[in-house]
């Protein structure tokens, strides 16, 4: 079964545009780690590639053994217009999706189920699927609600393990609401550290936080035959400890840990 990743495995390498590193040279590390899919995100600025300099990606990384897949995080259905003819040049021809933006309000519930009832002819149009990935501020049992009222097989879910914490939503409750049409998953660990005045969530390498991970990817395959499973991306989150140059080197050993942990793990399942 392929491994792969996504562009915020490498925030502090991507964060400064001057100073980011190809992208290219992004999917030839990770390759030698071991990675077969690189899920571009919006971190990775993907739209402000020209059409040829995306297609161009895709035929360099495909050459390396990695395969390209596209992220976006808004509320705005222009930029998922230009999404989705940028992932239909994807083999996957999926694009995984964040219905929420980083300035003002929350989406409602209302706005939410709108959002998702305008998608299903686009992904018709394109022939692409969409993910849209649980985050920190819509309730994984939202976008159940609102996906569920639509039969078509290209509108499913990214099912991320860690970001509905902010929600108080376990990995376990997240997958059992969206795990069925999950398209893709993000395997990310992370440890509670408790204090006086209550609690936060940081980070770890996988299999080393308190991510039940046994349990999350058995519940992931489910005795499901490969082609019928989503596709796996380790996600690691490092805490910036204000040095460039360190943090950029903590996030590929935390991320190289992390895929050997999730290799053995399937490994040990037969996958």
């Not at 936080?209 to 005795?223: K, Q, R, S, T």
Request: overall charge negative.
């Amino acid at each position: 079964m392929k491994i792969g990743t996504t562009s915020f495995t490498f925030r502090t390498a991507l964060s400064d545009e001057r100073r980011a590193p190809s992208l290219l040279s992004v999917v030839e590390r990770c390759r030698e780690i071991g990675l077969e899919r690189l899920q571009v995100c919006e971190n990775a600025r993907p739209l402000s590639l020209s059409a040829r300099q995306w297609e161009r990606l895709i035929e360099q990384s495909a050459g390396l053994g990695v395969e390209i897949q596209l992220g976006c995080k808004t509320l705005s259905e222009d930029e998922i217009d230009r999404s989705l003819v940028r992932a239909a040049a994807t083999p996957a021809r999926l694009l995984r999706v964040v219905l929420e933006e980083d300035a003002g309000r929350p989406p409602s519930r209302a706005f939410v189920s709108d959002f998702v009832a305008s998608l299903p002819p686009k992904l018709a149009r394109h022939n692409v699927r969409v993910a849209i990935e649980n985050h920190f501020d819509v309730p994984a049992r939202v976008l159940a609600e609102a996906v569920n009222q639509h039969d078509s097989p290209l509108l499913g879910f990214c099912v991320d393990s860690a970001n509905s914490l902010r929600s108080f939503e376990p990995a376990a409750y997240v997958l059992a609401q969206l795990g069925p049409r999950a398209f893709c998953c993000h395997v990310k660990d992370y440890k509670v550290v408790g204090h006086q005045l209550g609690f936060s969530v940081v980070g770890a390498p996988l299999g080393e936080g308190n991510l039940p991970l046994d349990e999350f990817l058995d519940g992931v395959l489910d005795g499901k035959q490969t082609p019928d499973l989503p596709d796996l991306f380790v996600e690691t989150w490092v805490i910036s400890k204000g040095e460039r140059e360190a943090d950029v080197a903590e996030d590929w050993r935390w991320l190289s840990a992390s895929v050997q942990t999730l290799r053995a793990r399937l490994d040990a399942r037969g996958y």
